[in-house]
């Protein structure tokens, strides 16, 4: 039969599935033989139970009657009985911590008789025990009655006026509770139920129900906790810390959860109870000040803090009471930290001989890293925010606005700093952020392009910042409360909260990302970091390799520790003054204008390549044949049909425009690129070929690897591998040749594609848009936040690789390539490459390395070091 509840003698802190974190810990505490008020917990299964079906399940009632009862036994007093009353508190805690967005309900069992008793059992004090009393009333009639709890403030108020509510006397405290009744009364049609067992048995639902409060449910999307954990329901004993000034409540961490440091933190409040010490009603003490005022619990609580240290190897975080000078513990878990705190506290616990440095691998995360690499506004400073968008990229980011990309690089030219702001940013603004400090766009979501790429670039981004209305003609832009922002005026955007501030926020450096960049380690943090890094690099099986195009970003790649280039993405070499040969390429009219064309393009190609293999210096460079559609270097179709129609248009202009109309797709996701591209267009790939081979000739141990995109069957990859190959002969250069894979059907063909390629790449992003059958650009706007309420998935598939769908069709083309060609090389790059879970699921697929953007390099480090220990997980929430 079903066990639904279990003493607090019973848990221990690995049934937090269960128990939930608090109970779970608070059994653990107990078995620890540390002062916890005795108790049991209903379990969350019990809650699951209940949610589902409305009620509670067979048996919950009786298990929880014979807990009760034993308790009952054990302090020789049973629940609200009048002369000597148990009474108890009814808390919520699920499995991961929510701090305040569940409930609970403290004094249970006090009613118009029992008052008296627990007056009594105070040696007479009847002001706490109507204390008490009102408290109970408060937090019922709010959390189980859903009374509107303002009510219940504003009568304590006008009752209160000037004075702490520790000056009301006992016949005050008293009347408060007859207009508390009246209150409950009014609102609820009923008497406020007297009845203690009653009181505990709709508490519980309360808590129950408390799961499903729009807080929670709000706070659970934002942490991504999973929707249908439930909580379980902790019955535990009252201790009270409102008895006098020989009684108090606090909250303490085992050391600062900002830095790390060791030392007391924590907060006190003399004859308070629960919820007074982080409610702000009075003014706190430093737990430090205990020691004056009780220093035999101070002591102890300093005792205790040490062994749960010791115990949890890591840092707690406390709720306790002091009841007339004897002291309780409440609450512990392993406490919630800054990035900065969780590196240096795991290498301060390997110092001190509690953990070992693998296992400080494990206790930090790629995000918590992540983090400490983008610089930050000071928070000390007083901030005008003027909007909110999404927090597309981290990092802060201060300059004057501009709206053009030419003006962008024509001011970062003279030395300033600039704020690249449009509706939405498309290919041709790259130069402008590139030479942007930041980038803030009006449209678009977290993978608009905005988006994508400045995260590519480690570059500060906020995106969709819908209040503003942006006006690109105008060269300014409004925000609520008629604020106009013009060019060269000054803001501030925060990409890690999507915040915009007016005017200049001060900026702080990342120290981490200067480390990186070659900095010798000079403080406790960059320390930490330093170490850790260096251990999650030789545990590590995952090469890592970056995504990098110029001869810049291969350098900071190198810099960061990655060990080549996974996507060399070639079709930025058509940009620019080189648009105009990419033109004539598609307007030619026979194999001549056609070649010529082609002939015209090598030469930059080579150059281009001479330097990203200089930079990598004998590291291998995976370089990408061209992939994108060509229309998309052609003009727009609006702006040459209005060039054409006006009669501004020269003959080419009018060819361009027959030629943008001819090669228009409906769906160019799906339409002519990538190895298609090299089929149809006769020479396009053998000039890109030729380049590669001619550059790797110029520079000493180059190791170039050909990389042909978009395969879906092996009579493509075999058509454009001949070619390739005749090409490195002919040339006496040595290079592999191998394939994405990104369609579905390569995947699945992925044996018979492994016949024709040296090495895959998984090309995620395209797998993922193809395996879903979602156009990225489309559905991302459109309904993806939908989704996300709805809980279809947890977290977009393409921030985060889908194991279900798109990792199955990776693990077959794995498992099938490998079958055909044993020495097959395996890599991935799409932007999964740098993401935490997705390098997780790349090390169990068995993948040779994942790639990803310069920035992203330390992250995937250190997620491959925590991957090669099994039992972590990606996230240490
Ligand atoms: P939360 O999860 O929001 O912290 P808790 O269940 O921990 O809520 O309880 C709220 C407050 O009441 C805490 O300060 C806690 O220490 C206090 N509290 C809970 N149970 C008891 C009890 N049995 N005796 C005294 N104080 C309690
Ligand atoms: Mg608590
Ligand atoms: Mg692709």
């Not at 699951?48 to 036994?73: I, N, S």
């Not at 195009?549 to 620019?576: K, S, V």
């Not at 058509?719 to 394939?739: C, F, P, S, Y």
């Not at 309420?789 to 069709?809: H, I, N």
């Amino acid at each position: 039969m079903a066990k639904y509840v279990y003493d607090f003698t019973e848990g221990n802190k690995d049934l937090k599935d269960l128990l939930g974190g608090k109970g779970a810990n608070l059994a653990e505490m107990t078995n620890l033989g540390l002062p916890v008020p005795p108790g049991f917990t209903i379990t969350s299964e019990a809650c699951r139970h209940y949610l589902a079906e409305g009620a509670v399940p067979d048996g919950l009632e009786r298990e929880v009657a014979e807990h009760l009862t034993a308790m009952e036994k054990r302090m020789g007093k049973t629940l609200g009985q009048a002369d000597d009353p148990l009474l108890v508190s009814v808390r919520s805690g699920a499995k991961f911590s929510m701090p305040g967005m569940m409930e609970t309900v403290l004094n249970i069992g006090l009613n118009d008789e029992s008052v008296h008793g627990l007056a009594k059992q105070a040696g007479g004090n009847d002001r706490f025990a109507w204390d008490s009393y009102r408290r109970l009333i408060q937090m019922f009639g709010k959390t189980v009655l859903d009374i509107d709890g303002e009510l219940f403030e504003h009568a304590l108020e006008s009752l209160k006026g000037d004075r702490q509510d520790t000056d009301l006397g006992a016949a005050e405290l008293q009347g408060l509770v007859e207009t508390f009744k009246g209150i409950v009364r009014d609102e609820t049609g009923k008497d406020f139920p007297a009845d203690p067992r009653e009181q505990m048995r709709l508490a519980v639902m309360a808590v129950f129900d408390s799961w499903n409060a729009p807080r929670a449910i709000l706070y659970r999307r934002q942490e991504r906790i999973p929707a249908d954990l439930g909580t379980a329901v902790n019955i535990v004993a009252m201790v009270f810390g409102n008895v006098g000034n020989d009684s108090g409540t606090g909250v303490a961490f085992t050391r600062d959860p900002g830095s790390g440091q060791q030392g007391i933190y924590g907060d006190y409040l003399q004859n308070a109870q629960g919820e007074d010490v982080v409610a702000g009603i009075r003014n706190t003490i430093p737990l430090q000040e205990l020691e004056r005022l009780d220093k035999s619990s101070y002591d102890e609580l300093l005792r205790i803090m040490e062994t749960l240290e010791n115990h949890y190897r890591d840092l707690c975080d406390i709720e306790f009471t002091i009841e007339r000078g004897k002291l309780w513990m409440l609450q512990t878990r392993v406490g919630k930290r800054t990035a900065a705190a969780a590196f240096c506290i795991a290498t301060q616990l390997v110092d001190q001989g509690l953990i070992t440095l693998d296992e400080a691998v494990t206790r930090v995360t790629g995000d918590q890293l992540a983090q400490l690499m983008f610089p930050r506004f000071d928070s000390g400073t007083e901030k005008k925010k003027i909007a909110k968008g999404m927090n597309a990229s981290p990092g802060a980011a201060v300059g004057k606005v501009v709206f053009s990309s030419a003006r962008a690089v024509e001011l970062a030219g003279q030395g300033e700093d600039v704020i690249l702001v449009r509706r939405e940013t498309n290919p041709d603004d790259l130069s402008g952020m590139i030479a942007a400090r930041g980038i803030l766009t009006s449209r678009g979501g977290k993978t608009s392009h905005a988006a994508v790429v400045a995260r590519g670039m480690g570059k500060t981004c906020v995106c969709g910042a819908e209040e503003l209305e942006v006006s690109i003609g105008e060269r300014r832009f409004t925000a609520p409360g008629d604020i106009v922002v013009n060019e060269g005026d000054l803001i501030s955007i925060d990409g890690t909260t999507g915040e915009v501030f007016l005017g200049e926020v001060p900026v702080v450096d990342s120290a981490v990302v200067e480390y990186f960049e070659g900095r010798e380690p000079d403080d406790d943090l960059v320390r930490a970091v330093d170490r850790i890094m260096r251990r999650a690099d030789e545990v590590r099986r995952l090469g890592v390799r970056a995504n990098a195009d110029t001869p810049d970003d291969a350098a900071r790649a190198r810099r960061f520790g990655g060990e080549g280039i996974g996507l060399c993405r070639t079709e930025h070499m058509f940009l620019g003054e080189r648009r105009q040969l990419v033109e004539d390429l598609v307007l030619a009219s026979g194999e001549e204008e056609r070649q010529a064309a082609l002939d015209a393009l090598e030469p930059l190609q080579k150059a281009d390549f001479v330097g990203i293999f200089q930079a990598m210096e004998g590291q291998p460079v995976t370089v990408r044949l061209i992939d994108p559609p060509l229309h998309e270097f052609l003009p727009d179709l609006t702006d040459l049909s209005v060039k054409v129609a006006t009669g501004d248009g020269n003959d080419k202009d009018r060819k361009l425009l027959g030629a943008v109309k001819r090669l228009h797709e409906q769906n160019p996701m799906l339409g002519l690129r990538g190895v298609r591209l090299g089929l149809v267009i006769p020479g396009l790939f053998a000039m890109q070929v030729r380049a590669i081979a001619q550059a790797a000739k110029e520079v000493p141990g180059a190791k170039p690897e050909i990389m042909i995109p978009l395969v879906s069957a092996v009579q493509e990859l075999e058509a454009v591998r001949e070619e390739a190959a005749g090409i490195l002969a002919d040339l006496g250069v040595e290079a592999l040749i191998g394939t994405m894979i990104e369609t579905p059907r390569a995947a699945l063909t992925a044996g018979q594609v492994a016949e024709a390629a040296q090495f895959f790449s998984f090309g995620t992003n395209d797998l993922t848009q193809m395996t879903w059958g979602f156009s990225r650009d489309d559905v991302e706007a459109a309904f993806f936040s939908r989704y996300l309420e709805l809980g279809m998935f947890g977290v977009s598939p393409f921030e985060t690789l889908d194991r279900d769908g798109v990792g199955r069709l990776v693990t077959i083309a794995v498992e099938e390539g490998r079958a055909a060609r044993p020495d097959l090389k395996l890599g991935i790059c799409g932007e999964h490459g740098g993401d935490p879970d997705s390098v997780h699921f790349c090390h169990q697929a068995g993948l040779d390395y994942v790639s990803c953007s310069p920035f992203r390099i330390p992250v995937a480090r250190l997620e491959a070091g925590r991957a090669a220990f099994a039992e972590c997980d990606s996230d240490t929430r």
